[in-house]
């Protein structure tokens, strides 16, 4: 009776007590759910707010910089440990005991800019200064990284504790253990810093051959430094070939010559194009023919190092050699004055060339056996290049004036097809003509020397490389009548040669090798 007048009460707005006519046992149970529900929360804003500061790292928690003439990206991950992974693509990666803490990170070497890198050929001292400034760079860009990843992290939280508890001050407690967190795993990062992890890096990739080179890098950078000084005075002395014309064997080109500069194997030397532009004008180039081995990799990055192919303002004829990749030809391609040939023709300046990229792709030198001798189905591949080049040439409805391939070597099966072959890849200058059987028209074989002082690589011995490029002069009737070799340093001296060549009988020269070129290695 008792129980029914205290529920008829509650029914008539009494003040019975809820809970206990809701069937809970005791009274005490519902002091116990209010600590079990703050537990609750408390967990489910640890949850969040840790969720949420995940999230925001991994969105937002990388940026783009310069470091010295390169384009790099830094990112911040989490992670269980601390170090930092330099990728270099496509050598590898880099990795170094830089810190301790639950962050990682990742500094990304991008494409090289190709007017910071000129530009620190143009004035020599401004390598020293590209050195001293890349820490600056790299600090400046870890602080941005720091404060952009902290503000990611925090939005990121508030966002998600938003969407999920619908609750102001809920959502102000994820995003300030969100800021905790973050913050806290950055000043653990900076705490414990060790910057001497440069000196002992763990290698990834082809640069793990990098610890049994690094005294050949070191003194190949300091060669370097004397190299660029030299090649600053060098290129300034181009200027002067013109006064060097009147010594020259007579030539006096009739108002129809066409001039030809012909380039090739520039391997990433950002002094090759400045020794190109000028030459382009001050000898008035109609046309430049590139016989390949533009880059070193054939990587992504190295596609900006053909930027300046659009400066120069006149076509730009180009092969893929064995160091270009088709992402290379691809991005020479985009630029609005280059013509990429591969098994093709086409007619510039009133001369109809024919071109073949190489069939190697070799970036890495161990795809290829150049080390040991060229295999026979290496060699039949090179020259089976050149047959098919020939049948191109052959059903061409205009005669072809000039044909390009990289290796000499693919050269042999266009004999008689056409008057000249140019090719590159040996490193080295060679003029002669290719056997011809009877009855065929002679047809010369032109191989160019390195305009890029066959790179980095052209530093290795005691002597660097000299760079190389040639000027042709063809007549009205698109016959060769004389060229000039320009030869730039090369013997540790400051010095420009030019040597002119008048062309009595452009089929002069002893008979070609046939035997396939291995790649060279300096």
Not at 33 to 39: E, K, Y
Not at 74 to 82: E, N, Q, V
Not at 145 to 153: E, H, I, K, V, Y
Not at 228 to 251: K, M
């Amino acid at each position: 009776m008792d129980g029914q007048r205290d529920e008829q009460h509650d029914d008539t707005g009494g003040r019975a007590d809820p809970p206990v006519f809701r069937g809970d046992p005791s009274p005490r149970a519902g002091r116990r759910t209010g600590p079990l529900r703050r537990t609750g929360v408390i967990l489910a804003i640890l949850a969040v707010g840790l969720a949420g500061a995940v999230l925001g790292v991994l969105a937002g928690g990388h940026v783009d910089t310069d470091i010295g003439p390169f384009r790099a990206n830094l990112a911040l991950t989490p992670a269980s440990a601390g170090g930092t992974t330099v990728d270099v693509p496509p050598l590898g990666a880099l990795l170094l005991d830089s810190h301790d803490g639950p962050v990682h990170l990742t500094v990304r070497l991008g494409a090289l800019d190709q007017s910071r890198t000129e530009a620190l050929l143009d004035d020599p001292a401004s390598i020293s200064r590209a050195s001293q400034s890349a820490v600056e760079d790299v600090r400046s860009g870890v602080m941005r990284l720091g404060l952009r990843t902290l503000a990611s992290a925090v939005l990121a939280t508030l966002l998600l504790a938003g969407l999920v508890f619908r609750n102001v001050r809920r959502t102000a407690w994820a995003g300030g253990l969100a800021l905790l967190v973050t913050a806290g795993s950055l000043g653990t990062a900076a705490a414990t810093l060790r910057p001497q992890a440069i000196e002992e890096p763990r290698y990834e990739g082809l640069l793990v051959n990098a610890p049994a080179i690094v005294g050949d890098a070191r003194r190949i950078a300091n060669d370097y430094t004397k190299y660029a000084e030299q090649l600053q005075r060098l290129v300034g002395n181009v200027s002067q070939l013109y006064t060097t014309v009147s010594a020259l064997p007579l030539l006096e080109p009739t108002p129809g010559t066409t001039r030809v500069l012909h380039v090739s194997d520039m391997h990433l030397n950002p002094t090759g194009w400045q020794l190109i532009r000028t030459v382009v004008e001050q000898f008035g180039i109609d046309v430049v023919i590139d016989t390949g081995d533009i880059t070193d990799w054939g990587s992504e990055p190295e596609a900006s190092f053909v930027g300046s192919i659009g400066l120069l303002k006149k076509p730009y004829v180009f092969i893929r050699g064995n160091h270009d990749s088709g992402k290379t030809a691809a991005a020479v391609a985009r630029e609005p004055n280059a013509i990429v040939l591969n098994n093709s023709t086409t007619t510039v300046s009133g001369l109809t060339i024919a071109g073949i990229g190489d069939p190697r792709f070799t970036p890495d030198k161990n795809t290829s056996p150049a080390g040991s001798g060229l295999t026979q189905q290496v060699a039949d591949q090179v020259i089976g290049t050149g047959e098919q080049l020939a049948a191109t040439v052959r059903r061409s409805p205009q005669p072809v004036n000039i044909a390009l391939v990289h290796d000499p070597a693919s050269a042999g099966p266009l004999a008689g097809t056409c008057p000249l072959v140019l090719a590159g890849h040996t490193h080295a200058r060679q003029v002669s003509k290719l056997p011809q059987a009877p009855g065929q028209q002679p047809t010369a074989l032109m191989v160019e020397g390195s305009t890029g002082g066959a790179g980095l690589r052209g530093l290795e011995g005691e002597k660097p490389t000299p760079l190389s490029m040639s000027v042709l002069y063809f007549d009205q009737n698109k016959m060769l009548q004389a060229y000039d070799d320009i030869t730039v340093g090369g013997t540790g001296q400051a010095q420009v040669n030019l040597e002119r060549h008048v062309v009595e009988n452009p089929t002069a020269g002893a008979p070609a090798s046939v035997t396939p070129t291995p790649t060279p290695t300096r």
